[in-house]
């Protein structure tokens, strides 16, 4: 099994190395390179090609969110989490906008953490339903202006695919939701990021609230 090539990104050098030492316990981790701001995660991205980067936001010279933009507009293919202490609204709505495929807190336990570094992998945005839900909101007060509506194009699967994103769930769900196959769910969710010209699952719930094509509030388990 290839492992998973990590590169980590955090100004704090106890928790950066804490980190590494948990991520080196798993055997289908590989933590490539450390860097200690943005600015050095983007030439570390650029020269060491991680399949994931888990990037803080509060950090000198250059912050994460603005490291996200730089390193998705060279590297497109990197998944970038942001794992930070910072949980308000508006780093989440940024750190998506900048093009993070997911959002965790520091506080996450290390097994829950290794699940969605895998997760992430497989198109799956690493986020709790409630910090979506959030997301949502915060889309739904701020995005404003004309926006293509390419919803038309999708196959009905599609949009029954689309409704369950919106609400949460995760591909093994929707799988079991719709009777289909995992990695049927897998290839639909690829056409609708394709045709919604979309990055993430997130931005397509986001998508299918704007656009009315779902109509009830995302799941919370609390």
């Known amino acids: 099994m290839t492992p998973i090539r990590v590169l980590l990104v955090d100004d704090h050098a106890l928790f950066r190395q804490g980190l590494a030492g948990l991520l080196k316990s798993e055997p289908d981790f590989e933590v490539v390179g450390e ?10 991205a650029r020269e060491l090609m ?7 936001i ?7 969110l603005e490291a996200t933009r730089k390193i998705k507009a060279e590297v497109p293919y990197v ?3 942001m794992l930070t202490a910072t949980d308000d609204d508006g780093s989440l709505f940024e750190a998506v906008k900048s093009g993070a495929h997911g959002y965790l ?33 915060e889309f739904a007060r701020q995005v404003r202006g004309p926006i293509p509506s390419p919803a038309a194009e999708l196959t009905v699967r599609e949009k029954e695919v689309l409704e369950q994103v919106a609400k949460g769930r995760s591909n093994k769900e929707i799988a079991a939701t719709l009777a289909i ?23 397509a719930a986001t998508f299918a609230l704007r656009e009315g094509l779902f109509k009830t509030p995302p799941e919370d388990p609390r």
Do not use: C, F, W
Request: cysteine-free; proline content about 5%.
């Open 58 to 64: 509060s950090m000198p010279v250059m912050n994460g």
């Open 79 to 81: 998944r970038i989490v």
């Open 50 to 56: 991680p399949d994931v980067i888990l990037m803080d």
């Open 105 to 137: 807190l520091k506080k996450i336990e290390p097994q829950n953490l290794y699940g969605t570094l895998r997760g992430v992998l497989r198109g799956e945005a690493p986020m709790s339903r409630v910090m979506a839900a959030r997301l949502l909101d």
């Open 181 to 203: 196959a995992e990695n049927t769910v897998k290839n639909h969710l690829k056409n609708i990021l394709e045709k919604l010209h979309l990055e993430n699952r997130v931005q």
């Open 35 to 44: 860097a200690v701001d943005g600015q050095e995660a983007v030439e570390m």
